[in-house]
């Protein structure tokens, strides 16, 4: 915007200065005209034109000039008075002559001129656009201060989390494992401590790049453990799935952190008794759930980026890290209210 005005500026520069370039040159033709003592002009006598006034400047593909009266013009002469821009001139002139004499100034010469104003011109908008580019950077950069400090407070904020979440996670999990029953609150708590360490590998993953580990494991599997984890907490949804069996090789434990979060995404965000479809053929996974809508589908995978009051806004962001890292060509398709993201697994095993 800043170098746009600046541009108009110049523009309008430009042609006061291409004014102010004729008007002096014209003012220089008409001083010429009157004590010849100027070596850029030049002069010759042409047959007079009706429709052409003296002391006007005008401009042909050859030269800029104006006409004066003719110097062999009949003895019997007038006194004729030309009002210009410089004022009053008295010269004389005979109605009788045909002639008349063309003061004029070559092209090339007056083009030179408009060349050297414009690179001049020039020069001084790009010093111009730079320091204008320079003191915006410099004001985004005081402006955007304050955020980037709330950034580093958060991220720091999200470092003490997992630190003190790590030793008591820790504990809870071998506890759990411990106790064999079906108690129902013991299953509560088992589910609660799963969400809780899910949540922990997500923050962990978005402030850490972790190397990965190749093995292979049954897409079916991962699919149906996550189907069996989430329909307890969300039994208002219905599921339907329909996975071939086939094996994949990657990371394990990142491909189930971007299931993880697509399917608690769908059932987060999907309405009341509404759908799950979860498909696989060939080489596409694909996870469709029913929705109120994304107002804004291109930016679902920004870091803190939400549509509601609801999470931390990391989820699908983490899934699009880990898929950029593992290589899985990810898409987010809304066709109404209707929401499917896509997985192309090329490492998929007959």
């Known amino acids: ?26 003012l220089e033709m008409e001083n010429y005209s009157l004590n010849h003592k100027d070596t850029r002009f030049h002069t010759r006598e042409v047959d007079k034109k009706m429709s052409q006034l003296f002391y006007t400047l005008y401009e042909d593909d050859e030269s800029l000039y104006l006409l ?4 062999s013009a009949p003895d019997k002469k007038e006194m004729m008075m030309i009002v210009s821009p410089a004022g009053a001139i008295m ?15 070559p ?5 030179q001129t408009l060349t050297q104003m414009h690179h001049a011109l020039l020069w001084q908008f790009s010093l111009f656009g730079m320091a204008a580019l320079i003191l915006s950077l410099l004001a985004a ?69 972790q190397k990965h580990t190749n ?5 079916e599997e991962v699919i149906h453990q996550y189907v069996a984890f989430f329909t307890p907490l969300y039994d208002y949804l219905s599921w339907e799935v329909h996975i071939e069996k086939c094996l994949l090789s990657t990371d394990r434990q990142a491909f189930e952190r971007i299931i993880y979060n697509l399917l608690s995404n769908a059932c987060k965000y999907n309405t009341s008794k509404g759908k799950i479809k979860i498909s696989l053929k060939k080489t596409r996974l694909s996870i ?54 896509t997985l192309a697994c090329k490492n998929i095993l007959a």
């Open 1 to 26: 915007m800043i170098l746009l005005f600046l541009g108009f500026i110049f523009y309008d520069n430009a042609r006061k200065e291409k004014a102010n370039i004729r008007n002096t040159l014209f």
């Open 68 to 71: 004066t009266p003719s110097a």
């Open 91 to 105: 010269v004389p002139y005979s109605k009788e002559s045909t002639k008349v004499r063309k003061i004029w100034y």
């Open 107 to 111: 092209k090339i010469a007056y083009t």
């Open 141 to 209: 950069w005081y402006t955007l201060q304050p955020l980037r400090s709330s950034l580093h407070l958060l991220e720091d904020f999200i470092k003490d989390i997992i630190h003190d979440l790590n030793t008591p996670l820790t504990s809870i999990l071998l506890n759990l494992k411990m106790i064999k029953t079906d108690n129902e609150e013991i299953e509560s708590i088992r589910t609660a401590t799963q969400t809780i360490e899910m949540l922990h590998h997500n923050l962990d993953s978005y402030l850490k790049e």
């Open 215 to 219: 093995e292979i494991f049954s897409i």
């Open 288 to 341: 469709q759930n029913s929705s109120y809508g994304v107002h804004q589908p291109h930016r679902v995978f920004e870091r803190f980026y939400k549509e509601s009051e609801r999470g931390l806004g990391i989820g699908l962001h983490i899934v699009d890290k880990l898929c950029q890292s593992l290589q899985i060509e990810k898409r987010f398709i809304q066709k109404g209210t209707n929401i499917t993201v």
